[in-house]
């Protein structure tokens, strides 16, 4: 399996012969400029919950690629309106997809379209797969509920939002990564605003002195798993 950072909380994964694209934030966002939309292969795009940073640039793949986007049933429901095809979810559910297993996963965070309607609960994505398990939390705190997580399988790894404010901080991320029972996660949702700047040197000493390695990709750099 191989991850590539697409910025702020986006992703592009490559498991199976698929490709996953995850909460694309990328045509707004300067720290993004060198990531082309127009040459991203997705056949999936899973998405965490409707806030505007982790949808902007849905429309615009899911045309161009033809891809199922993959999420809670309103945020479906709100694309399947526009004639797009998709697979919809809720917490704690799973389902056998051709690239693996997804279960769509509890957060604790809020989900309205950037016009203000309803964008179903906010949640996260579990996906066991033949090259390896990974959860990918979402927008969220830090939750006693990702103790269940490692009660279904046994992580390879994990992506943790740090950039505190919005979402739990890289304290709370070290607690998370415990909670979780995973030592190699990487973090996301930072950097991209004011409010979630972090320093990167803390968050990964605040890592490491938890016997866990914090990785901080480059935006267009990948992680094999
Ligand atoms: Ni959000
Ligand atoms: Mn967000």
Known sequence: ????????????????????????FISPNPLAKDIDIEVLEADYILITHAHQDHIVDVDAIAKRTGAKIISNFEIVTHYGNLGFEGHPMNHGGSWQFEFGRVTYTNAIHTSSFPDGSYGGQPGGFLLETDEGNIYIAGDTALTFDMKLIPMQCKLDFAVLPIGDNFTMGYESAVIAAEFIECDKIMGYHYDTFGYIEIDHAKAKNAFSSAGKELILLPIGDSVEV
């Not at 399996?1 to 694309?24: F, Q, R």
């Open 1 to 24: 399996m191989k991850i590539t950072y697409l910025g702020h909380a986006g992703l592009s994964i490559e498991v199976a012969g698929k490709n996953l694209i995850v909460d694309p």
